[in-house]
């Protein structure tokens, strides 16, 4: 029997994160663009400086109803035709709040991108905030707070930063606010952050996509050009404090089957050089199905369906200042709480006696810089990360260095940076289960103070 031959690889072709031109517009705006040829879908990222901590006494939430109501009408579309223009262009139109600052994702057919441009543009210049709207969406987020209490990583998420940070911290409150604050969320107060906050000097538009043919500069101009303000400075960004004394908060669910963990602290963003190394050794700790984490207490043991270990930038400063969220989570079932974590405690007690091994290294390596041109074949990916970068005062080649980094980063660097990151010392650890079975156990493993707080 003849068989076709077998395809072989070819020779592989050399890779980075693509760079962007850098400029600006006349009202103030700068502006990112990458041509990626072959990308037909164009991807926007708008990030506006109107950070969480911005928002006044009582009223948390606001920059979130803000940014849903941007696509709720302007002054030349109502709400429903805002969305029924935005569908002819083909477009999604997404905005989101977090602690740096508010962000729209508009994503569109090359062939579209002038009409999309304007609606964003207009939704930006003189968003409608009618009362009908804004309480609509008030009455959404209301909504949603109920499900995101009874969701057990939403309510360890929740309790972690409430534990870690002052309370007079924005940081230690729910990112999208709590009844007691959206409930006083009007088209008034949402104006007023909007009038305070928004404005072209101090934004910035990243724009990917396959742009041949396309005059970028004069659409720009046209569009978001049109869009005015006043030359205010970008506000200060205050400093990250945290207390991450290592002890235990158990979150009380009578009869829970499961419990939900969530152990962190706070340590360093992407601004420090250990960055880097700190990735490479949080990815071989628990940042995949083969990590060690996921050895022991999946494989091994069985108590989970997976734990996790990642590193999530919280804010950055110009300075380069700034900090990270370190942090392990994961379920296990309620019988097995406490034998989880002893095991979980002695895994980093072997990473800090042992270190990492050679193999462990090089497969964290592959699978973090070996596959990122796979990651970054959509211009939304390209387009999210230069806006991170952006978000987070990193240089326009950061990413492109950091692969670079990461695959001269040695074992014993990892191996330092993962201990130095979970010291088993400074872990707050949040547990959502049943404390009257857990809490014993857990007490009986001496990693920290126990104290039970009730479920909402």
């Known amino acids: 029997m003849d068989f076709h031959p077998q395809p072989q690889a070819g020779e592989p072709k050399p890779w980075a994160f693509p760079a962007p ?22 991807a926007v990222e708008v990030l506006l400086d109107a950070p969480l901590e911005a ?28 969305a029924a223009e935005l569908e002819r262009c083909g477009a999604t139109l997404d905005a989101h709040a977090d ?27 003189a968003p409608a905030f009618e009362d009908s709207e804004i309480e609509r969406l008030v009455r959404n987020r209301l909504d949603e707070i109920p499900h995101e209490t009874a969701n057990p990583a939403r309510r360890a998420a929740k309790e972690l930063s409430k534990q870690l940070f002052p309370a007079a911290s924005r940081m230690s409150r729910p990112r999208q606010g709590t009844e007691e604050t959206v409930e006083n969320i ?16 101090t934004a910035t538009a990243v724009v990917v996509g396959d742009l041949t ?41 009578p009869g829970a089957v ?29 940042g995949t199905l083969t990590s060690r984490l996921d050895r022991v207490l999946r494989e091994e043991k069985g108590y989970t369906y997976g734990v996790r270990a990642f590193g999530q930038v919280l804010r950055s400063a110009p300075d380069g200042t700034g900090a990270a969220m370190l942090a392990i989570s994961g379920s296990v079932d309620t019988p097995n709480t406490g034998p989880a974590l002893d095991d979980l405690w002695k895994v980093l007690r072997t990473l800090a006696a042992e270190g990492l091994t050679d193999p462990e290294r090089d497969v964290a390596v592959q699978n973090l810089v070996g596959v990122a041109p796979l990651k970054y074949e959509t211009a939304a990916a390209v387009a999210g990360t230069l806006a991170d970068q952006v978000e987070q005062h990193l240089p326009d080649d950061y990413q492109a ?27 707050v650890t949040v547990l959502v289960g049943d404390a009257a079975t857990i809490e014993e156990p857990v007490k009986a493993l001496g990693i920290g103070e126990v104290s039970v707080v009730a479920a909402e």
């Not at 031109?21 to 164009?42: F, I």
């Not at 009223?59 to 979130?64: E, F, H, K, P, R």
């Open 258 to 286: 499961q419990t939900q963990l969530l152990i962190g602290r706070v340590g360093a963003d992407r601004h420090d050089r250990v960055w880097p190394a700190q990735v490479l050794g949080t990815y071989c700790l628990g």
């Open 401 to 427: 260095t950091l692969y670079q980094q990461l695959a001269a980063t040695g074992t014993v660097e990892a191996t330092a940076a993962a201990v130095s990151a979970f010291p088993m010392d400074r872990l």
């Open 99 to 125: 602690h740096p600052g508010v962000r729209l994702s508009l994503e569109v057919p090359v062939s579209r991108l002038p009409k999309a441009l304007g609606l964003l543009a207009d939704a930006l210049r």
């Open 21 to 42: 031109e850098r400029g600006s517009l006349d009202n103030g705006l700068t502006v990112l663009r990458c041509h990626r040829p072959g990308q037909q879908v164009v």
């Open 213 to 253: 043919g396309v005059d970028l500069g004069a659409l720009l101009g046209d569009t978001l050009g049109a869009w005015t303000g006043s030359s205010a400075e970008a506000r200060p960004v205050p400093p990250v404090t945290a207390d991450d004394t290592g002890r235990v908060i158990i979150v009380d669910r």
């Open 186 to 201: 009007d088209s008034a107060a949402v104006r007023a952050f909007y009038e305070k906050h928004v404005r072209p000097a």
């Open 55 to 82: 928002e006044p006494q009582g009223l948390d939430g606001v920059a979130t109803i803000m940014a849903r109501a941007f696509s709720e009408g302007t002054d030349k579309h109502s709400a429903e035709e805002f």
